[in-house]
């Protein structure tokens, strides 16, 4: 897949328009960190920074709308639609990948669309997403120049560290833990 230079610029003009500064500025930080993983990881760059550009596309929608791309996308059964409304954009940012911007690759799709919880057998872009999203430059937190420094060495390690992370953040908040990330995890560790 090739996305131009004004592609880039469509997106970056859509996304400044329709996402508050701070969303912007870890949306940056993502496409930064994940083109950074992708050579060292073999993933193409192109691939990484549109999926880093375009993860949190429809964040600031509200859910209606959202509900309605995902109808229109053909991705209403999503299984983040029955879930937790945090989880919603997701899919709904898949949705604008594909409604908005053309995109037609299925993993660049699928990346976008499961980023918040992981799917088993996550692909390379999907892996890389996780770890950028979670890590990003912006992202300052306890433990997270750990998982940068993992994520140089070893971006498996620090998938499936994030994704621990992930679920004791989750637990801690007495809440359940979404389904996709319990079968991410069986699926690293199998």
């Given at each position: 897949?090739?996305?131009?230079?004004?592609?880039?610029?469509?997106?970056?003009?859509?996304?400044?328009?329709?996402?508050g500064?701070?969303?912007?500025?870890?949306?940056?930080?993502?496409?930064?960190t994940?083109t950074?993983?992708?050579?060292?990881?073999?993933?193409?760059?192109?691939?990484?920074?549109?999926?880093?550009?375009?993860?949190?596309?429809?964040?600031s929608?509200?859910?209606?709308?959202?509900?309605?791309?995902?109808?229109?996308?053909?991705?209403?059964?999503?299984?983040?639609?029955?879930?937790?409304?945090?989880?919603?954009?997701?899919?709904?940012?898949?949705?604008?990948?594909?409604?908005?911007?053309?995109?037609?690759?299925?993993?660049?799709?699928?990346?976008?669309?499961?980023?918040?919880?992981?799917?088993?057998?996550?692909s390379?872009?999907?892996?890389?997403?996780?770890?950028?999203?979670?890590?990003?430059?912006?992202?300052?937190?306890?433990?997270?120049?750990?998982?940068?420094?993992?994520?140089?060495?070893?971006?498996?390690?620090?998938?499936?560290?994030?994704?621990?992370?992930?679920?004791?953040?989750?637990?801690?908040?007495?809440?359940?833990?979404?389904?996709?990330?319990?079968?991410?995890?069986?699926?690293?560790?199998?």
């Amino acid at each position: 897949m090739e996305w131009q230079r004004g592609e880039f610029d469509r997106a970056t003009e859509y996304l400044t328009k329709n996402l508050g500064p701070k969303r912007l500025l870890h949306t940056f930080g993502v496409v930064q960190t994940a083109t950074s993983l992708a050579a060292k990881y073999g993933v193409s760059g192109t691939k990484v920074a549109i999926v880093g550009l375009l993860h949190d596309a429809a964040k600031s929608m509200p859910p209606a709308e959202m509900l309605h791309a995902l109808e229109r996308a053909g991705l209403a059964k999503h299984p983040y639609v029955e879930g937790p409304a945090q989880l919603l954009h997701a899919p709904a940012s898949a949705a604008v990948a594909e409604l908005v911007f053309g995109i037609e690759d299925p993993e660049i799709l699928e990346a976008i669309a499961w980023h918040p919880t992981g799917k088993p057998h996550p692909s390379p872009l999907l892996r890389l997403l996780l770890v950028a999203d979670y890590c990003e430059p912006s992202r300052d937190f306890q433990g997270v120049e750990e998982i940068r420094a993992l994520a140089r060495q070893n971006v498996d390690a620090a998938l499936l560290e994030v994704l621990k992370r992930k679920a004791a953040y989750v637990k801690s908040s007495h809440r359940d833990l979404h389904p996709a990330t319990v079968e991410t995890l069986k699926s690293l560790t199998a």
